[in-house]
């Protein structure tokens, strides 16, 4: 049996290196976590175990364009010539602006996502920040450490603590929690939880801290609090690699334990707990979940939680999402230098607003499926039904976004190769 090794390309912490057995057919007839992967280990989520079927049900096949009630199979190079019209009709009439390139996680390679917003940015096309899950939390830490990367989980077998703020890995990250268990299990490390509900993570920590919702930035300004008048913050550390430590610790003053257990809920007992816990158990790692600042002050949260290892004197001793460790141009990669047309930039958590009010004439999806995932859905599907509005989706399956497309072009999946095509270009 053939193996093929590649790696996932979905929006996931653990990033999966993957081994695909293929039959005599070259058909893929498995998919199996990559056993000597130090992270990996052998193990795939259910999602990954069932892709050679998923390839296969409700693909888009082919090029297809509305008509009627229903979708008319057309041929690659009619769809192509509907698709340019269009858009060089909309950028002749109206300008680039009123072209929109919807796009976010659905495939995070870079050739795949990053390379192909190269046409969009010499077109002048209007696009989002990007902000929908987890970009606020990256911008608060980088507030603070230039970027946003922290810990590599692969060092998790060398910590003494393990602290899952907000992140509850064993459902969204298998592969770091099984990591962190391994620790737990041979005595090695702790694992604290710190989260409003119980979850599936919570009932295997050491201790599991219930917090209220949205409260976590007074718990650890009083965790650092606890940590300065105890004696145990790394002063020496402090000075050497930091700056404005005497204002950190003018504001941390302000949050005495009576006044967290008032705002979170947490007692003074539990807040010393975890305050001890920190200051006994070096190295430690703190894990910072997405969910941390999906609300209106979850910068703020997210960089008063990663500011908890540098006052104790360790290097970047979070982890929250290490994409900006390699150190790759993606601008570069995405061409924005190469072109002196500047895109507008839109939240992309207020699109459904902006396409309601008639904003655009076209909208091109790639990567992403936001009838099911942009806020305020009903705003978003009201605008997408104008007469005036052209919706082009990019997309390896008939999503719930296909379905609403006037015209829906194939995509391969990460599995598969691109297929090379015979068409005329203009």
């Not at 077998?157 to 962190?180: C, D, R, Y």
Request: glycine share 8%; proline share 5%; net charge positive.
């Amino acid at each position: 049996m053939k193996k093929i090794k590649t790696v996932c390309a979905r929006d996931c912490y653990d990033v999966c290196s993957l081994m695909i057995h293929l039959d005599k057919n070259n058909t893929i007839a498995s998919v199996k976590g990559d056993p000597h992967h130090p992270l990996t280990r052998g193990m795939v989520c259910p999602r990954s175990a069932k892709d050679g079927e998923r390839l296969k049900k409700n693909r888009v096949a082919a090029p297809f364009l509305r008509e009627n009630n229903g979708y008319k199979k057309i041929e690659w190079e009619h769809g192509l010539d509907l698709v340019s019209g269009k858009l060089e009709d909309t950028i002749r009439k109206h300008g680039p602006g009123r072209v929109l390139f919807l796009n976010y996680a659905g495939n995070t390679g870079l050739m795949a996502n990053t390379f192909p917003k190269r046409l969009w940015n010499a077109m002048g096309a209007t696009q989002t920040d990007g902000a929908l899950c987890s970009k606020s939390g990256h911008t608060g830490i980088s507030m603070h450490y230039g970027e946003s990367y922290g810990a590599n989980p692969l060092e998790i077998p060398a910590m003494k603590l393990l602290v899952f703020w907000g992140f509850n890995a064993a459902v969204s990250a298998p592969h770091i929690w099984h990591l962190a268990l391994g620790a737990q299990k041979k005595g090695q490390a702790k694992i604290v939880v710190i989260d409003p509900i119980e979850t599936d993570t919570s009932k295997k920590a050491d201790l599991w801290i219930r917090t209220r919702p949205e409260t976590d930035v007074a718990l650890a300004y009083g965790v650092l609090n606890q940590l300065i008048i105890s004696g145990c913050a790394d002063t020496a550390f402090m000075e050497k690699w930091t700056t404005g430590f005497g204002c950190l610790k003018s504001e941390t003053a302000k949050w005495p334990p009576e006044t967290v257990r008032q705002i979170c809920g947490v007692s003074s007992d539990k807040l010393q707990l975890l305050t001890n816990l920190y200051a006994a158990n070096k190295p430690s790692m703190t894990l910072i979940g997405y969910g941390l600042q999906h609300c209106a002050n979850g910068a703020d949260q997210v960089r008063a939680v990663a500011m908890i290892p540098s006052v104790l004197g360790i290097h970047r001793g979070f982890f929250y999402g290490n994409g900006s460790a390699w150190l790759m141009d993606k601008s570069l990669i995405s061409g924005k230098p190469l072109t002196a047309k500047k895109s507008k930039i839109i939240q992309q958590v207020a699109v459904a607003d902006h396409v309601r009010q008639g904003d655009f004439s076209v909208v091109y999806v790639s990567c992403m499926n936001p009838a099911m995932t942009l806020p305020n859905q009903h705003a978003f599907q009201e605008g997408l039904a104008r007469d005036n509005l052209f919706l082009i989706v990019h997309e390896t399956h008939w999503t719930e976004t296909a379905k609403l497309a006037d015209i829906v072009l194939p995509a391969p999946t990460f599995l598969e190769p691109a297929r090379r095509r015979k068409c005329r270009y203009r």
